[in-house]
């Protein structure tokens, strides 16, 4: 039984293999994770169909290849047995047995033999298999077929990979040249020219999550003019019902009560009530979405995921709660779907769980917006009628993308939101 490359999703064209859980002569039983793989959407295990023994490895931890590309081999003792563990991509080269079929890889940059920069995109023909996601990022980085061509690939037969390409590109914006092969240096630490001097420096290298939410982040601030506006928000009345209801509603739900739910419907009322932040920019037009897909960054130690609570609009506040809590805890476990990642509207994320005051965080495109909630802290405050109270506040940004959203809309916004917290109709949590 093959152990294939899965799709992971409808844009996922590569994969990576991180880390074999058993190696070759392992018993497996059905069900059981055999890899650990990931793409630049997500990380997951694939699971054995059927039991058996891993009898071959045939891609090495760190490989990237692509989808529907058999990776090991589970000896199950049926030899008729022909089903692999994984989806296959229909019609995907570079299967065993099948050559590459011809790519057409057209309009990535102006041909040097018509003058360089600005001159017309030409189509040209390769017999070298290039993926969907490799000629996608080279028309993206401007990169011609020659030098594409050039580019000495590790992939299986020599085929460029996006690692391949990341690499390329990495050392173009650094103008850092190919290093020689004698050179090279396995040692942890490694000796890095500085104008003070000469240092050592450890080598980390980011894994595909990471250069994954780095470019998505650079891309952001390449594409929206930011600007964050920041509200001051008195928690208390929130805080005290959660103190008081908690327990009623763990009993009634099976659920933590957290200020997350508490958040998050603030923000789909205000959001209601303000429809063109739950909106996105495609091209000269703004699509105003009927639904709020609410977006929630989860904080993993490789980094940031944003699953997505689909159609919050519709739902109550025990529903919110309990699709937040299934989120977050299949984030960690390493559970989401890509699936679970795409299509958010609008997006919250919580610094404040790590005690930090406020942010001004990069909005998660192509959305209008991000909210941002700090740390929740008892201050004294002066009230109305000039006397001192001790209160639960909180600090709370909005940044948004100034093309289309202006201070007016946004300041409307993030009050709507503030009003709607310190004034929560705690009689929706149910308890």
């Not at 055999?34 to 039991?51: H, L, Q, R």
């Not at 989806?87 to 041909?111: F, H, K, M, V």
């Not at 909210?371 to 209160?391: C, F, H, P």
């Amino acid at each position: 039984m093959n152990i294939v490359m899965p799709r992971l999703g409808e844009s996922v064209e590569e994969g990576t293999v991180i880390r074999w859980l058993k190696q070759v002569g392992d018993p497996i039983e059905r069900d059981e994770s055999v890899v650990e793989i990931t793409t630049d959407k997500i990380d997951t295990d694939i699971p054995a169909i059927a039991g058996g023994v891993l009898s071959e490895i045939r891609v090495a931890e760190g490989t990237t290849v692509a989808i529907g590309e058999v990776i090991g081999v589970i000896d199950t003792g049926d030899e008729e047995d022909a089903e692999s563990t994984g989806t296959e991509a229909e019609g995907q080269p570079e299967r065993a047995g099948e050559e590459p079929e011809t790519i057409e890889a057209d309009e990535l940059t102006p041909a040097a033999a018509d003058g360089g920069d600005g001159g017309p995109l030409k189509r040209r023909r390769s017999e070298r298999f290039y993926s969907p996601l490799v000629l996608r990022i080279a028309r993206e980085e401007r990169i011609d077929m020659a030098t594409l061509e050039a580019l000495e690939g590790t992939g299986k037969g020599g085929r460029v990979t996006r690692d391949d390409l990341l690499t390329y590109l990495e050392r173009r914006a650094s103008r850092i040249p190919e290093p020689a092969a004698e050179q090279e240096d396995d040692s942890e630490y490694v000796s890095v020219s500085r104008p003070a001097g000469t240092e050592e420096a450890r080598v980390v290298t980011m894994d595909t999550l990471r250069k994954a939410i780095a470019r998505h982040m650079v891309l952001s601030k390449e594409v929206s003019p930011h600007v964050t506006s920041v509200s001051e928000v008195d928690m208390t009345h929130v805080v005290r019902f959660r103190d008081e209801a908690r327990e009623r509603f763990q009993q009634k739900t099976g659920i933590k009560l957290t200020l997350t739910p508490f958040f998050i419907t603030a923000i789909v009322d205000a959001l209601q009530a303000n429809p063109m932040l739950n909106a996105t920019m495609d091209g000269d037009r703004v699509l105003q979405w009927k639904h709020v897909n609410m977006g929630l960054a989860v904080g993993l130690e490789k980094g940031v995921v944003v699953p997505v609570i689909r159609h919050a609009d519709e739902m109550d506040f025990a529903e919110i709660a309990g699709a937040a809590h299934d989120l977050a805890k299949r984030a960690h476990d390493r559970k989401l779907s890509p699936d679970d990642l795409k299509g958010s509207t609008f997006t919250l994320t919580n610094p404040g769980m790590w005690d930090t005051l406020f942010g001004t965080p990069i909005i998660n495109q192509p959305e209008a917006g991000i909210i941002a909630t700090g740390s929740v802290k008892k201050q004294v405050v002066v009230q109305a009628d000039d006397s001192l109270a001790i209160r639960s506040m909180m600090f709370m940004s909005l940044s948004f993308d100034h093309r289309f959203i202006d201070g007016l809309n946004a300041a409307r916004f993030i009050r709507d939101i503030t009003r709607g917290l310190e004034s929560f109709d705690t009689s929706r949590v149910g308890v």
